[in-house]
């Protein structure tokens, strides 16, 4: 793992490789912005770092990626969790509230229980097992998530997505990417940006 001075001129290197702004740290202060999105509810200390950034020509979508760091506290000891993040903020999505993580027994556990509810799809059974989707606004959730977007994460797995409106969030929990995941990470989100545009069929 690269040291924190290396990662941001490795960073920085890729921002101007890809024709994008970079900030070494949150000036802006955008975290304030994400305090909705679930992750950004998870322990505290948060701090965004790294952060690449671009808008296009009309400056209606302002998409980035980042490093993120919490720290979460157990009982005398605590921990710093640290991530790659992608976001997007753009006026052409209109997403209901929800969140989309890979799906473990502890998930599987609470739905039988009846304490949570999973929002599943019976024409992809596939991404039913290995996600738990989550919304107070099932039914646009469902029109949200549509064919194309179920078949890309029945592919990709072990993915976070969240959206709120006009926001959305990509990330793998825990895991700082190194430069070609980043690359990929690039590439994936805004796939996903485009299909999320896309009228279901």
Do not use: C
């Not at 802006?28 to 509810?41: A, G």
Request: glycine letters at 4%; charged letters at 25%; a neutral charge.
């Amino acid at each position: 793992m690269a040291s924190a001075k290396n990662r941001t001129e490795q960073l920085s290197q890729l921002a101007n490789q890809s024709k994008m702004d970079f900030k070494p740290v949150d000036d802006w202060k955008l975290s304030n912005l994400l305090e909705d999105f679930k992750l950004f509810r998870s322990g505290g200390a948060h701090k965004i770092t790294n952060m690449l950034m671009k808008k296009d020509d009309m400056e209606t979508m302002d998409f980035r990626i980042f490093d993120f760091a919490y720290t979460v506290s157990t009982g005398k000891s605590s921990t710093t969790i640290r991530q790659t993040v992608l976001y997007v903020h753009s006026t052409a999505l209109s997403l209901p509230q929800f969140w989309m993580k890979p799906e473990n027994i502890f998930h599987k556990l609470g739905i039988w229980l009846g304490l949570q509810r999973d929002i599943n799809f019976e024409e992809f059974p596939e991404f039913s097992k290995q996600y738990f989707l989550k919304s107070k606004d099932e039914e646009y959730t469902r029109a949200t998530m549509h064919d194309i977007v179920l078949h890309f994460f029945t592919i990709e797995k072990n993915w976070y997505l969240e959206g709120i409106g006009y926001m959305m969030l990509f990330y793998k929990q825990g895991v700082l990417l190194d430069m070609p995941e980043i690359k990929e990470l690039h590439w994936k989100g805004l796939k996903i940006y485009d299909m999320l545009l896309t009228e279901p069929l």
